[in-house]
């Protein structure tokens, strides 16, 4: 076996088109696929409930707001999952059939008229996908922006009004009690006035008491404008919580799925290929009437693709690490789960190469296999409709790519859990490495 | 056993371990085989075919497309098993030497013999190579890939990794299928002189002369039945009893006296 492994690696070190092709080619395709995923769909399924009491009106400055067309508007940005209430809108994104919950609590009517607080938004994301809440953050920011422009001309308005009034002066009701406001052009023309009159000790201390009055409700009213100016920048707070997953940059599990995938292609195609060139070369029956086993020669290929994917992703791991932040205290596990994931994709290479028999049938074949497992592995919930997505879950789970992104999203960064996912790899390896024996059966 | 030669187990056929009956006596043949049946579902491929051979003898399978040539050669060779039937073999090692060359090309002609001799446990590996170079007349073309080969070179090569072990028996199927006049004869010349030299050589072929040229015994098989076994001057006196003919027309004119 150490012999084919050597003259295996012989004839690798000289096809340096196909070495490159083998290690770029991933890569690539990596790259495209987060790009392409990270658009996601134009409307997000979302679960919105506003548990504000029908019969409260939002008056901003003694002006309605009209709510009904902003849910309409809301409606035309997000696919609504319908939600009577809280509980129900949180289980829609835990079971995966909405991206997120949006719950309008029900005092924030009275905090927004209030001026002077802020209504919490609350905002539920499954983060087990970060591209699914990648794609939430980037919908609920957008909607909210465009919410906080609205009331923030309402509150706008408002603010102009204030500030006319201290600059003319007028009527000012405050708390159902109505109040003269005399104004900073009224204080400038009495005091002018009262100055160039005034003799010394008259009785012109009731018009500077006024003065005073004025003076001291000016104060009240500025001290009041940083709040009123905050509520004008940003009315509506968004509170943001995880109903499962932790909440993981995209850049780090767009390192999970670029090794996983390049873990993928490189061990698929070079186990595969490696087996169906014995027959091509028709070299088989030559090595397995004696020399070599059957089951040593699919060990050796086996062996020949773990090695080399291996070295390949782990160099590529050292590479990504200079540009993002890797935990590199967990290296141990990133090699045991790149192991067990690259032996179930061996298996499932040297069953592709058994069945294929033949070198360019091998490589389309894999090929042809491939691109389909990943995507179908990437389609996110709410995406299509639940039948079609409980489907590519299904079939997904026939292959190693999707427990290989979910066992390496654990090896890097911790998570979810590591155990079940290796444990989805062996049972994959061991009935992938079944049928390619069988395949071989018939392979010479 | 020679300073060169593969460990006996090493090179026999996998599937014989178990299956011989008895060994064969000293004097008599290297191989023999008896009654072997292979098929492939519903379709007979060999229907009970017999056959021995003894130490330096040259055996020439012949017969039409489909008759089962082949099919005989990989079992005799280890890589298949027959569905029924005896193999017994006192051979130190086997040699095959499929009808394609069977070789890796982006390796050169030495690389190809010294992979083959590790695979084969051949004690010297160097001295296997070596004189594999020599015997096979490729000192020259050593370090060259094997795809940069003409196709009478690759076949020496195909030829020379089946006798790297010094086999006993060399099997070899159709050796001269793509090689031009003057590379069929050199190969041989070769050939022959291996049977001198006390290899036992089993060939399948289409070209009938060659079974006339270079044969002690012809098996003739037709869809899997053996039809004739013996010298080729025999099969010819079978057939042309009353007028002389060449011996390709008296085997056209056997197989279809025997309604093939």
Redesign the interface.
Known sequence: MR??LI?DL??LR??PLLVAVLVLYPVVVAVLIGLALSRGPDRPPVAFVNEVPKQERLEIGGRRLDLVSARDRLYDRIDPVPAANREQAIESVRSGEALAAVIVPRDAVRKLESRFERPRLEVYVNEDDPLKARLVDDTITSLVTTANQRLSRAFTSVLLRYLDLLLRGGPVTVLGQQFDVLGLKNVERISLRAAAKLPAGAREREQLARVARFSQLAQQNLDLTDDVLAAVAQPITVERRTVNGARVPLTTFAAAMAVAFSLMFVTVMLAAGSLALERS???F?????????RGALLTEKALLAIVCSLAVTLLMLLGLGIFIPLEWDRFGLWVVTLTVAATAFAAMGLTVGALARELSTASLLAFALLVPVAFLALIPSGVVSEAVYDFSRVLSALFPFRPTLDAMSSALYGNGALGAPLLHLAALAAAFGLAGRVALSRF? | MGTGRADEASAAPAWLEGKVVDSLADGGPVLWASGLVKRYGDRVALAGVDLEAGRGELVACIGPNGAGKTTLLTILAGIQEPDEGQLQSRAHGLGWVPQHPALYSKLSVAENLRLFARLERVGDVDAAVRRMLAQARLEDRAGEQTSRLSGGNRQRVNIAIGLVSEPEVLLLDEPTAALDPRQRERLWDFITALAEGGTTVIYATHNVSEAEHHADRVLVLADGERLFWGEPEELRRTVAADEPRDFETAFVAFLRQRGH
């Open positions: 012999w084919l003259k012989q004839i000289r096809s070369e028709n070299v029956s030559r090595l397995v009437r004696g020399p070599v086993s010479g």
